[in-house]
């Protein structure tokens, strides 16, 4: 059974960085596209960044240039390594894997002005 667990996340004031990772039991995560979505109160779920097998990765608008995701495939975890972090990145954080529409459990990024 495929499981994603999330760490990472927290309280940071603005300005500040914070690294999320993934890891995915059950399966390889060679086999899927992988991303991280967020949800802030009132929002609806929106995509932050994915990266497909290949390594090709696609960012929102919003967090091109602070935020980085990547993938290791040895320890079968994706990363998402945010910098320079606003107020506006709020939000509960989620892992997703493409191939089985599978969801990690979600993880609080708190930004303080």
């Known amino acids: 059974q495929v499981q994603l667990v999330q760490s990472g996340g927290g309280l940071v004031q603005a300005g500040g960085s914070l690294r999320l990772s993934c890891a995915l039991s059950?399966?390889?995560?060679?086999?899927?596209?992988m991303g991280w979505y967020r949800q802030a109160p009132g929002k609806q779920r929106e995509m932050v960044a994915t990266?497909?097998?290949?390594?090709?990765?696609n960012y929102a608008d919003s967090v091109k240039g602070r935020f980085t995701i990547s993938r290791d495939n040895a320890k079968n975890t994706v990363y998402l390594q945010m910098n320079s972090l606003k107020p506006e990145d709020t939000a509960v954080y989620y892992c997703?894997?493409?191939?089985?529409?599978?969801w990690g459990q979600g993880t609080q990024v708190t930004v303080s002005s």
């Open positions: 990266i497909t097998i290949l390594r090709t990765t």
């Open positions: 997703y894997a493409n191939f089985w529409d599978y």
């Open positions: 059950g399966s390889a995560i060679t086999s899927s596209t």
